[in-house]
């Protein structure tokens, strides 16, 4: 069977799954691999590399692949031109991407979603979306940085000394917790809340004040493990609470997002009026419409004094840590789907049923239009 590497449409997009280290883990298991010329040379990996490392170079990768492995979901003039009853691993946004999920299925596609990973186990070695928001935790806090015109650390100097920024992050998930121990190390003072407060040992354990609020969350967890959406009285009393945490901030980071529904709104434009001028607030929920009212995804505006930042597609500013940790995770996934050199869909399998979107000829999950 032939694995196949195509370049990456969307613009911006920098990343790339499958990396040259890994190339000889899937010749092992049996497979030819393909590579389209150029496609890691954004994140910093050259054709010659791949080659290098076993695989083949060949512009019709796409086109040939029994098995395709992507970053970004197919376009639909991408999807048209995938083999019938291929086999699709990526991030292929199913709860927003009806339209290409629906038509994966009727090229008899397998596909998996890896953002719907399990969290389980067995799955950690295959968790990419973890893996994406440790650098999308990472990169904010050198954005906060960049943007704030304040020392982060405690600086004592001939001309005075300089008080350290004070950090809070909203959200204790894997970005939030990186993001804690990213303003930890550039020396500043960091709280951190999240609705559940089985997370406040971990807060703690990289170095911030964890925020409690007194507000009921027994249920605010998910079986799979991610935050569970909560009432609009809850997000109401639960913004007035935060408020005055918020009007101390130097810098606010927001993690908080739900699974396939908009972000939860816990910045209100009032909250921000109430911030000192100079402040930054880093959205990482923009791209599912922000926790912050005023947030615009992929710009930086500046409200009331405040500068309000609203990335998109971070993990892809950092693309070769990025492409290694992606294509670690996808080769990690297909390693596991391999049987004698050829994809076995075991249904009865949760870690194989839990990302698969399509198969068959039948969408899997349940996509809206």
């Known amino acids: 069977m032939i694995a196949s590497v195509p370049k990456e449409a969307v613009p911006g997009e920098r990343r790339v799954a499958l990396v040259p280290e890994l190339v000889g883990k899937l010749t092992k298991a049996g497979l030819e691999v393909l590579v389209e010329p150029g496609a890691g040379q954004p994140a910093g990996f050259l054709d010659s590399v791949y080659e290098e490392k076993g695989a083949r ?3 019709q ?11 970004q979901p197919p376009s639909a003039e991408e999807v048209g031109r995938i083999k019938e009853g291929a086999t699709l691993i990526g991030f292929l946004q199913p709860h927003t991407n009806g339209a290409s999920i629906r038509a994966l299925a009727e090229r008899k596609v397998t596909a998996f979603a890896m953002e719907l990973m399990p969290r389980i186990a067995r799955a950690q070695p295959m968790d990419a979306l973890s893996a994406m928001s440790t650098l ?12 704030l015109p304040k020392f982060f650390p405690l ?6 000394t300089m008080t350290p920024a004070r950090v809070f992050i909203i959200g204790a998930g894997v970005a939030g917790l990186q993001a804690i121990g990213t303003a930890k190390r550039l020396g500043a003072v960091v709280e951190a809340y999240d609705t559940r407060p089985a997370v406040k040992e971990q807060v703690e354990s990289v170095g911030a004040k964890f925020v409690e609020l007194p507000l009921e969350t027994k249920d605010a967890e998910e079986k ?23 009007g101390a901030a130097d810098v606010v980071i927001t993690t908080a997002l739900v699974p396939g529904k908009r972000a939860p709104l816990l910045i209100s434009e009032e909250m921000v009026r109430g911030m000192r001028p100079g402040s930054v607030i880093v959205d990482l929920a ?17 409200k009331h004094g405040v500068t309000i930042v609203g990335p998109v597609n971070l993990p892809s500013t950092v693309p070769f840590h990025a492409s290694q940790m992606y294509a670690r995770t996808v080769t990690n996934f297909l390693a596991h789907l391999l049987k004698d050199g050829s994809v076995h869909v075991d249904l009865q399998d949760e870690l194989t049923r839990g990302p698969l979107v399509t198969h068959q000829g039948q969408v899997l999950f349940e996509v809206k239009s």
């Open 61 to 71: 990768a796409l086109e040939k692949g029994d098995i395709l492995l992507k970053v």
């Open 136 to 147: 999308a935790g990472y990169k904010a806090v050198l954005i906060a940085a960049n943007h």
């Open 224 to 246: 799979t493990g991610y935050a569970k959406a909560q009432s609009e009285e809850f997000y109401r009393r639960q913004q007035q609470m935060m408020a005055r945490y918020i």
């Open 155 to 160: 600086l004592m100097t001939a001309a005075g």
């Open 57 to 59: 170079l060949d512009s």
């Open 286 to 302: 923009a791209e599912q419409g922000g926790n912050c009212a005023l947030t615009e995804a992929g710009r930086d505006v500046v």
